[in-house]
């Protein structure tokens, strides 16, 4: 991006966000506006607007004062809220910022990147690896339909001229602040405790699953490239091409501690529509600005440990 170019970041306050704005700090000066639900972030921003995105007034107020020539669309609901709460955030939230946007009349398309999810796969899409941007979706969650929703939206080309719109389908993130009610965040949280002798043990779910895991600071600078350089209208995965079972992270990270704690892990049957194995293919991002992950994994959890287990 130009110098003084005008940036805007939804959800802005949350573990991508404040990723993502050290990131854009690293290049030229810009201005940078910053929308989330918190009253304050302490981040590095030209502006901060506490706003919620299901509210529409507010939000094109907003909007309209940060006139943005780029947008990070951050903001939403993860897996772990009611199914109504997350369709009014990330669907209606993007219907919403979409307006906003087009209220402003910009001279030119404004660049807005939409973060979608390897939850939008479902069994179908992950049926062949790697996952390729093309296979077909039929998610088995409210979360993951809402993120089809808009990724749908953005490829029926469904959207006004004044926004030129791409999807950022990001696998699973690691890397130091991760939310405590993911897995790697779980781990990391017990481990904390289990070193300050608050617990005996470490409880946890099925270890024998696998996902592909992409560190936040690399998933930033590829959101930083494709707002620039992807294409509108396209999807591109975010993530590092392989998988790793939670039960390899999880030793390694009891390594990483130095630690030993008995394991009590979920032996339940995987329930209808978990994966065996999902990780997708980087080769279209790869092609369109040249990006691949530079944090190896252990990495990543060494970082967690030493944000975490302070």
Known sequence: MKPKSRVLITGVSGFTGRWLVAQLRKGPPLHLAGLGRSADTGLNLDSYTACDVRRAGPL?????????????????????????????????????????????????????????????????????????????????????????????????CDVPFEVDVLVARTFNLAGPGLDRRLALGHFVEQIAAFQRGEIDALCCGRLDTRRDYVDVRDAVAAYAALVERGRPGQIYNVCSGSSHSLREILDTMLGLAGVRPTIVADGSQPRAGDLADVYGSLARLKGAIGWRPTTPLNQSLADMLAAGCQ
């Open 60 to 156: 094109a107020d907003a909007v309209a004062r940060a006139q943005p020539e780029f947008v990070f669309h951050l903001a939403g609901c993860n897996a772990f809220h009611p199914a109504k709460e997350i369709e009014a955030v990330n669907v209606q939230g993007f219907e919403h910022l979409l307006a906003a946007l087009v209220a402003i009349k910009p001279s030119r398309p404004i660049r807005l990147l939409t973060i979608g999810s390897a939850a939008e796969l479902g069994r179908q899409g992950a049926a062949q690896l790697p996952v390729t941007e093309d296979a077909a979706c039929e998610p088995e969650s409210a979360y993951g339909r809402s993120k089809w929703s808009v990724t749908r939206r953005v490829l029926t």
